[in-house]
C-alpha cells in the first residue's frame, strides 16, 4: 500500500533566496513518513495542486543552472506581454464607451469594444458592461473558484457591510487589502468613509480596472510583488504615513497557515520600519479563516482571537447562510488583534453582547459558568462535560474508551491516536515536540530509502546532466521529456547549483538561485497574463495551466 504519510510541513527559510516558479519564490517542505524517514522539496507556494503549477525540486539534488534556466523560460512565458500601466491605459479607451459598446471577454481577460468582437467570436463573452461593474469589478470577473489556488469567494453584501462598520470601529484610515477585493471595492467607492486602500491579490485581472497605485498583483504566500521594485515602492509608500492603518485578509482556505502568519507579521514589520515605530506598536488586522483552523491561526498568530460573527459568501454554499448555507450558518469568521469587546455584532442577525466575556457572541452561544466563557465556535449551543472539563458540540457524547467527548460515530482506535493527543508528535507521539525537533526522526536519504527511489533520482540527475530541454514543460513534472533530445548544456555554465558540502538546503539554495532570481524580477514587471492570448497565436503558446483555466473559464461563462 502506498505510503500515505503523516504529513507534510512548511520550513520557513530566507524564502526570496529560494527557487522560483511562475508564481515566485517557491517554497521549502518536508515530507514526514510513517517510517519515519522524511523528504525535503521545492514546491509552489501558490498552488496546492501539481495541474497549476508543476514546480518540484528535491532539496538532496543540485538546482542545476540548466534547470534553472529551463524555469527561467518558464517564467518568461508566462510574463505577460504588457505592463500593469499599459494594461490599465488600454481599459481606460474601452471604459470611455458607452455601457452598451463595452464587452469583457472572460477567455482573454481584457476588457473590449463592440468592434473588437470580431476577434473574439469563440469565446466567452460578457456584454453590456455597466458603470457599476466598471467600479467594482468583483462583480463582472467571473471568480476562479478552484480551491487549490485562487479559491475566489466574494463576501456577501451584509459581510461587506459589517468587515467595513469593523474598520470604521478601529478608525481605520488606510486599509492594505490582502486578497479582499470587495472591501477594497467599498472604500474606493465610498468616499464618505474617508478611507484609503491598496489592493494586493495574485488575480492580475483587476489591473485593468485598478491604476498601479491601487491594485498590485502579489502571492500572500510568498510575499512576493509580480510588479517588482516599482511595485514594492507603492506598497512601502502606502505603509508609511500616520494614519491609522488596518490590514484586512481573506486568504484561500486551503492555504499553509504558516506562510500566512510569517507574511503577515513581515508586513506588521516592514510597517513599524516604515514608520519608525518599536514592537510595542501593533498593526491592527482583520484577518478572515474558518473556525476549525483556530488552533492554526493562534499557532501562527498568537496575539488574536477568534470572534463569533460569521462570514458570509456570493459564491459559496458551505461558507454562507440560508437555503444552501451550512446548517449552523458559515464557518467562516473573524480573528482579530484587538479586543473583542471593539465588535459589535447586530442583534437582528442573531447576535448578543455577553457582558461577562464583554464581547459579541452568537445568541445561542451561551456563556458557560465552568468554563467561564462563551465557548461555542461553530455556531451551536455547545453542552459542558464534567469528564473533559470543557464544552463540547452537543452532539458528541463522553467515550470510557477514548477518555474524552468523541462525535457518536467515531472509530475509538482512529481517534485515541490522532485526536487525544492534537499537539503530540506525530512520529513518536510524545507530547512535548513537534514531529520536526523529533528525537526519533529519521533524516532524508535514510537507509530506508527505498533502492527504487535511489534509482530513480540517480537517473533524474544524469538526465539534467546530459541534456536540458527549455521546452514543452508538461503539467506535473518538469517535463522529463523535455530533459531529452537537448544540447549540452550544463558543462559551460557558470558555478550556480554547486555542491555546497556541510551547508543546509537552505544555505545551498541562497546561492544557487542568484542568477534566477535577478532574470525573473527584471521580466516580472510586464502585466495582465492573459492580454497576450488575445493575438492570433496565442493559442499555441498558452501554457498547460492556461489552457486548463480557458476551459474552466469557458464551462462557468454561458453568460
Ligand atoms: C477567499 S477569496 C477572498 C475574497 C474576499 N472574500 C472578497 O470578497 O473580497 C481569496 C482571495 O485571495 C486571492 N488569492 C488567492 N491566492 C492568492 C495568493 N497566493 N496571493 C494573493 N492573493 C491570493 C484571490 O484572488 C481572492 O481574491
Ligand atoms: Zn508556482
Ligand atoms: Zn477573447
Ligand atoms: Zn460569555
Ligand atoms: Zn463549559
Ligand atoms: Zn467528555
Ligand atoms: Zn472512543
Ligand atoms: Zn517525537
Same mark, same amino acid.
Request: aromatic share 8%.
Given at each position: =500500500?502506498?505510503?500515505?504519510?503523516?504529513?507534510?510541513?512548511?520550513?520557513?527559510?530566507?524564502?526570496?533566496?529560494?527557487?522560483?516558479?511562475?508564481?515566485?519564490?517557491?517554497?521549502?517542505?518536508?515530507?514526514?513518513?510513517?517510517?519515519?524517514?522524511?523528504?525535503?522539496?521545492?514546491?509552489?507556494?501558490?498552488?496546492?495542486?501539481?495541474?497549476?503549477?508543476?514546480?518540484?525540486?528535491?532539496?538532496?539534488?543540485?538546482?542545476?543552472?540548466?534547470? #534553472?534556466?529551463?524555469?527561467?523560460?518558464?517564467?518568461?512565458?508566462?510574463?505577460?506581454?504588457?505592463?500593469?500601466?499599459?494594461?490599465? /491605459?488600454?481599459?481606460?479607451?474601452?471604459?470611455?464607451?458607452?455601457?452598451?459598446?463595452?464587452?469583457?471577454?472572460?477567455?482573454?481577460?481584457?476588457?473590449?469594444?463592440?468592434?473588437?468582437?470580431?476577434?473574439?467570436?469563440?469565446?466567452?463573452?460578457?456584454?453590456?458592461?455597466?458603470?457599476?461593474?466598471?467600479?467594482?469589478?468583483?462583480?463582472? !470577473?467571473?471568480?476562479?473558484?478552484?480551491?487549490?489556488?485562487?479559491?475566489?469567494?466574494?463576501?456577501?453584501?451584509?459581510?461587506?457591510?459589517?468587515?467595513?462598520?469593523?474598520?470604521?470601529? !478601529?478608525?481605520?484610515?488606510?486599509?492594505?487589502?490582502?486578497?479582499?477585493?470587495?472591501?477594497?471595492?467599498?472604500?474606493?467607492?465610498?468616499?464618505?468613509?474617508?478611507?484609503? #486602500?491598496?489592493?494586493? +491579490?495574485? +488575480?492580475?485581472?483587476?489591473?485593468?480596472?485598478?491604476?498601479?497605485?491601487?491594485?498590485?498583483?502579489?502571492?500572500?504566500?510568498?510575499?512576493?510583488?509580480?510588479?517588482?521594485?516599482?511595485?514594492?515602492?507603492?506598497?512601502?509608500?502606502?505603509? %508609511?504615513? *500616520?494614519?491609522?492603518?488596518?490590514?484586512?485578509? @481573506?486568504?484561500?482556505?486551503?492555504?499553509? =497557515?504558516?506562510?500566512?502568519?510569517?507574511?503577515?507579521?513581515?508586513?506588521?514589520?516592514?510597517?513599524?520600519?516604515?514608520?519608525?515605530?518599536?514592537?510595542?506598536?501593533?498593526?491592527?488586522?482583520?484577518?478572515?479563516?474558518?473556525?476549525?483552523?483556530?488552533?492554526?491561526?493562534?499557532?501562527?498568530?498568537?496575539?488574536?482571537?477568534?470572534?463569533?460573527?460569521?462570514?458570509?459568501?456570493?459564491?459559496?454554499?458551505?461558507?454562507?447562510?440560508?437555503?444552501?448555507?451550512?446548517?449552523?450558518? %458559515?464557518?467562516?469568521?473573524?480573528?482579530?488583534? +484587538?479586543?473583542?469587546?471593539?465588535?459589535?455584532?447586530? @442583534?437582528?442577525?442573531?447576535?448578543?453582547?455577553? +457582558?461577562?466575556?464583554?464581547?459579541?457572541?452568537?445568541?445561542?452561544?451561551?456563556?458557560?459558568?465552568?468554563? *467561564?466563557?462563551?465557548?461555542?465556535?461553530?455556531?451551536?449551543?455547545? $453542552?459542558?462535560?464534567?469528564?473533559?472539563?470543557?464544552?463540547?458540540?452537543?452532539?458528541?457524547?463522553?467515550?470510557?474508551?477514548?477518555?474524552?467527548?468523541?462525535?457518536?460515530?467515531?472509530?475509538?482506535?482512529? =481517534?485515541?491516536?490522532?485526536? /487525544?493527543?492534537?499537539?503530540?508528535?506525530?512520529?513518536?507521539?510524545?507530547?512535548?515536540? &513537534?514531529?520536526?525537533?523529533?528525537? $526519533?526522526?529519521?533524516?532524508?536519504?535514510?537507509?530506508?530509502?527505498?533502492?527504487?527511489?535511489?534509482?530513480?533520482?540517480?537517473?533524474?540527475? &544524469?538526465?539534467?546532466?546530459?541534456?536540458?530541454?527549455?521546452?514543452?514543460?508538461?503539467?506535473?513534472?518538469?517535463?522529463?521529456?523535455? =530533459?531529452?533530445? $537537448?544540447? /549540452?548544456?550544463? /558543462?559551460?555554465?557558470?558555478?550556480?547549483?554547486?555542491?555546497?558540502?556541510?551547508?543546509?538546503?537552505?544555505?545551498?539554495?541562497?546561492?544557487?538561485?542568484?542568477?534566477?532570481?535577478?532574470?525573473?524580477?527584471?521580466?516580472?514587471?510586464?502585466?495582465?497574463?492573459?492580454? *497576450?492570448?488575445?493575438?492570433?497565436?496565442?493559442?499555441?503558446?498558452?501554457?498547460?495551466?492556461?489552457?486548463?483555466?480557458?476551459?474552466?473559464? *469557458?464551462?462557468?461563462? $454561458?453568460?
Amino acid at each position: =500500500m502506498k505510503d500515505q504519510g503523516l504529513g507534510v510541513d512548511v520550513i520557513i527559510n530566507d524564502i526570496q533566496s529560494n527557487p522560483r516558479c511562475t508564481h515566485g519564490p517557491t517554497i521549502l517542505f518536508e515530507r514526514f513518513q510513517n517510517d519515519g524517514t522524511s523528504k525535503r522539496y521545492y514546491a509552489c507556494s501558490a498552488c496546492r495542486d501539481r495541474k497549476d503549477c508543476p514546480f518540484y525540486h528535491s532539496a538532496d539534488q543540485k538546482f542545476t543552472q540548466a534547470k #534553472a534556466e529551463v524555469w527561467q523560460d518558464v517564467i518568461k512565458k508566462a510574463t505577460p506581454t504588457l505592463t500593469h500601466a499599459e494594461v490599465y /491605459k488600454r481599459a481606460k479607451v474601452i471604459k470611455t464607451l458607452s455601457p452598451s459598446e463595452r464587452m469583457y471577454c472572460c477567455d482573454c481577460s481584457q476588457l473590449i469594444g463592440s468592434k473588437q468582437q470580431g476577434h473574439h467570436k469563440t469565446h466567452a463573452l460578457k456584454t453590456s458592461v455597466s458603470d457599476e461593474q466598471l467600479k467594482k469589478p468583483s462583480t463582472l !470577473l467571473p471568480p476562479k473558484e478552484s480551491s487549490r489556488f485562487e479559491a475566489q469567494y466574494l463576501f456577501a453584501a451584509n459581510s461587506t457591510d459589517i468587515l467595513m462598520s469593523m474598520l470604521e470601529q !478601529l478608525q481605520a484610515r488606510k486599509v492594505l487589502c490582502l486578497g479582499a477585493p470587495r472591501i477594497f471595492e467599498t472604500i474606493v467607492n465610498s468616499p464618505a468613509k474617508k478611507m484609503s #486602500a491598496l489592493l494586493l +491579490d495574485i +488575480d492580475d485581472r483587476y489591473g485593468a480596472f485598478f491604476s498601479p497605485e491601487q491594485f498590485l498583483c502579489y502571492n500572500m504566500f510568498n510575499h512576493y510583488f509580480f510588479g517588482g521594485e516599482m511595485a514594492q515602492n507603492t506598497y512601502k509608500k502606502f505603509l %508609511s504615513g *500616520k494614519e491609522k492603518m488596518v490590514v484586512v485578509s @481573506d486568504p484561500p482556505f486551503g492555504g499553509r =497557515m504558516e506562510l500566512l502568519g510569517h507574511n503577515l507579521l513581515t508586513v506588521q514589520n516592514e510597517w513599524r520600519d516604515a514608520n519608525k515605530l518599536t514592537k510595542a506598536d501593533q498593526l491592527s488586522v482583520l484577518f478572515i479563516f474558518p473556525y476549525f483552523m483556530e488552533p492554526q491561526v493562534l499557532e501562527n498568530l498568537p496575539k488574536f482571537t477568534m470572534l463569533d460573527y460569521q462570514v458570509d459568501y456570493d459564491n459559496h454554499p458551505l461558507y454562507s447562510s440560508g437555503m444552501k448555507g451550512m446548517i449552523n450558518g %458559515s464557518a467562516v469568521r473573524v480573528f482579530v488583534n +484587538d479586543h473583542p469587546s471593539l465588535f459589535p455584532l447586530p @442583534d437582528e442577525k442573531g447576535y448578543r453582547h455577553c +457582558d461577562i466575556c464583554n464581547r459579541w457572541v452568537r445568541t445561542n452561544n451561551v456563556h458557560c459558568e465552568k468554563c *467561564k466563557g462563551c465557548m461555542s465556535k461553530d455556531g451551536r449551543t455547545y $453542552k459542558h462535560c464534567d469528564e473533559c472539563n470543557k464544552c463540547v458540540k452537543p452532539s458528541w457524547m463522553h467515550c470510557s474508551n477514548c477518555l474524552k467527548c468523541q462525535p457518536q460515530d467515531h472509530r475509538c482506535s482512529e =481517534m485515541a491516536h490522532g485526536a /487525544k493527543k492534537i499537539f503530540a508528535c506525530h512520529i513518536c507521539g510524545e507530547e512535548g515536540h &513537534k514531529r520536526m525537533d523529533c528525537p $526519533k526522526r529519521k533524516r532524508s536519504l535514510a537507509p530506508s530509502v527505498s533502492h527504487l527511489k535511489k534509482k530513480k533520482q540517480k537517473l533524474e540527475k &544524469k538526465m539534467e546532466k546530459e541534456s536540458v530541454g527549455k521546452e514543452n514543460i508538461k503539467e506535473n513534472s518538469v517535463s522529463k521529456k523535455s =530533459m531529452k533530445n $537537448k544540447s /549540452k548544456k550544463g /558543462k559551460d555554465m557558470p558555478a550556480i547549483g554547486k555542491p555546497n558540502a556541510g551547508k543546509s538546503p537552505e544555505a545551498k539554495t541562497k546561492t544557487d538561485t542568484k542568477t534566477g532570481i535577478t532574470n525573473v524580477t527584471k521580466q516580472s514587471k510586464k502585466f495582465s497574463t492573459k492580454q *497576450k492570448n488575445a493575438n492570433a497565436n496565442a493559442k499555441n503558446k498558452m501554457t498547460p495551466m492556461e489552457k486548463t483555466k480557458k476551459k474552466n473559464n *469557458k464551462k462557468k461563462m $454561458k453568460n
